[in-house]
């Protein structure tokens, strides 16, 4: 492997690990929407489709980072991971 394509990988991966941040700061942002509708809503249509849009979102974000290396897919759950840990932080906080 040459210096070039080590260092295009990883910058790539510090991209993807900033992109599964946002992409996670997103999606638990979403899953609070969720919950929250699901709490106050005696319908179940919509917290269902959330979900399964939520869940697809993370399959197709993890797919696309998995079909640029294993390196830049572990980096981007890395991000999804630490946002998970400020979204809980946040949680805590608030609750």
Known sequence: MTHAAL????SLSAALAAAGFA????????LR??????ATS???????ALTLGRLAAAALF???????????LLAAFV???AARAVALRAARRAG
């Open 62 to 72: 993890l797919l696309l980072a998995a079909k640029l290396g294993a390196l830049p």
């Open 7 to 10: 260092i295009s990988v990883a």
């Open 23 to 30: 992409f996670g700061l997103a999606y638990f942002a979403a």
């Open 42 to 48: 005696a319908d179940w249509h919509r917290p269902i």
């Open 33 to 38: 929407r969720s919950i929250a509708v699901l």
């Open 79 to 81: 991000g999804f991971l």
